[in-house]
Each structure stands twice: as C-alpha cells, then as structure tokens.
C-alpha cells in the first residue's frame, strides 16, 4: 500500500490551521522541527492541563485529503493545513490502518502510528457544523473519528510534497486504532 504526501504544514504558535511549507523537518522522537506541538512530552493545551508529564502521541497529526473532498460534498471548504494537521496524503486509507503502522515519508522519515485525532469544539469555531461532518456514528452507533490520524516520529527526515508515502504493517494481531 502506498501513497503520496500532498501537502506539509507546520506553525510555531497555537493556532488553530497550520501554514503549508515547501518542507517540513522530521526529528527523531520529538515531531516537526518548530512546531508548537513537537516535544517528548505533551503539548496539546487540554492534555498538559491533565497531565503535562505525559508522553506526547501526537507529534505529528496526519490527514488524508480524500477527507477535504468529502467535506466539499457536503458544502464545506477546507484545504491543507487549515484542520491543524501537519502532513496531508493521498491514496492511503489512514483510519484504516492499526495502532504501530510505520509510514515512510520521502527518502528518510518514519513515523509510528498511535492512534485517532479526537477532533474539539474549534473546528466548529473555524467553520460552523464541521465538527459533525468529522465525527459521527456508524450504523451500529459506533463514533466514527475521521479527522485525522496521530502518530510520533520513529525517524527523522525531510518531507515535502510530491514524496511518496509507503505503509508497513505492524505483525498482527492488529489493533484499531483509539483516540489519543
């Protein structure tokens, strides 16, 4: 399975969207260099006020732009960087992947998935109604989580868009991916 990168976004102050870069830089353990929420331990505002100690399983939140076409159908207009993410990629079924997929991005990087973005009440802010167009339920009343997917970097690199993205299982039994 794989794919290709499309867009990297990244922004050194909490906000909201992300602006797309020509690069991104990849550091081993830590997230995208210069970026707000890169760091060993948590940087996610809500999670450092529960526990600031907390390892961080969202260095680097990665979309799939089959998401932004979904959300055009459905009257909103939405474009890389602009939910928050740092890398967006095409042609790879990201929520369907499980927990310990390593996504190889470009010629070095790697990153280890963890698990399910859990989407907050900004998205609404940034466009009213959103919120319900990225997390809804199945038919089973199962909540279905489609903004996105968080991982940590297991190898650093340069990514940039137009580099392909290449999927290596982890040895089954798989696990579903959670929110982190």
Known sequence: ??????????????SFTKPNRDSVTLLTGLGVE???HAGVTV????????NPAQPNLRQV?????ELF??????????APGELGENITTSGVDLLGLPVGTLLRLGDEAVVEITGLRNPCLQIDN?????LK???GRDEAGNIVRKAGIMSVVARGG???????????????PHRPLEQV
């Open 43 to 50: 940087k996610h505002r809500s999670r450092v006020a529960k």
């Open 1 to 14: 399975m794989s794919g290709t990168v499309t867009a990297v976004s990244s922004n050194e102050a909490y």
């Open 158 to 172: 340069v990514v940039r868009p137009g580099d392909p993205v290449k999927v290596e299982l982890p040895a089954e």
């Open 61 to 65: 939140h990665l979309m799939h732009e």
């Open 69 to 78: 076409d979904e959300l055009r159908e459905a009257g909103f207009g939405v």
């Open 126 to 130: 940034f466009q009213g109604g959103l």
């Open 133 to 135: 167009q990225v997390v």
């Open 34 to 36: 210069g970026d707000v």
